[in-house]
């Protein structure tokens, strides 16, 4: 069985260009978490999305970050015009459903921004 | 909101020595308690969850952590390190009315000396 899926897994980008971190679930997963770790802090949360819903986006920026998790097709978290506080590690997790169920985490996406 | 602290951001021990890593958590109410673990490279995974029942909760490889609602704590217990043991660990909670988000300690980078 396949785990989480993150790609890609380093990603290099200019000030002002945009990112794209593409997460693909389990297999038999329709929830999808994002969580991002800033260097030498533990993992915050982002969003929690279900298949074309946005659930809880408490955590997201206000600016700039976007998520969707399309009927077909992975879960994409996408940063419009990147600054160097975007550099972090971008972590994508799936469950089966509410909390009683894992979540299980991919191995990341290092988000360099030059 | 809820906060998660962990004590001990870098711990150094000798093989077959014992492991105590702190946690404690800042929500009044109903909380599931995991312990997440990521080896060198590689993704995070589930060591060990409390959801409900014997507050002794066994995990993974020898890991066992202790429940203790009155000290708000959730402390990761192992009786003799090995030195695959070298990893960082992760506490987390997800609080009776935050979903499924899932609130982390900071870490702790656990390096044992063969």
């Known amino acids: 069985n396949a785990g989480v899926m993150q790609n890609p897994r380093h990603l290099v980008r200019r000030r002002g260009q945009e990112a794209r971190l593409r997460c693909s679930p389990m297999k038999g997963h329709s929830h999808?978490?994002?969580?991002?770790?800033?260097?030498?802090?533990?993992?915050?949360?982002?969003v929690y999305l279900q298949k074309e819903n946005i659930i809880d986006e408490s955590g997201m920026p206000k600016e700039r970050f976007s998520a969707e998790f399309p009927k077909e097709g992975p879960s994409i978290l996408r940063i419009q015009q990147v600054v160097r506080g975007d550099s972090a590690a971008y972590f994508c997790a799936s469950s089966r459903g509410l909390a009683y169920n894992e979540q299980f985490f991919g191995p990341g996406t290092r988000l360099t921004v030059l | 909101a809820q906060s998660v602290s962990q004590h001990n951001h870098h711990v150094i021990l000798s093989e077959a020595a014992s492991l105590e890593l702190g946690c404690n958590y800042s929500y009044g109410g109903t909380v599931?308690?995991?312990?997440?673990v990521q080896y060198p490279g590689q993704h995070l995974q589930l060591l060990l969850k409390y959801f409900s029942g014997d507050p002794l909760v066994k995990g993974i490889k020898g890991f066992e952590a202790e429940f203790i609602k009155s000290k708000f704590s959730f402390n990761l217990r192992k009786p003799s390190v090995q030195w695959s043991d070298t990893a960082e660990y992760f506490c987390a909670v997800i609080a009776g009315n935050a979903g499924n988000m899932l609130t982390f300690g900071g870490g702790t980078r656990l390096m044992v000396k063969p």
């Open chain 2, 32 to 36: 599931n308690l995991f312990w997440y």
């Open chain 1, 32 to 46: 999808v978490y994002w969580y991002r770790q800033l260097p030498e802090e533990g993992l915050k949360f982002m």
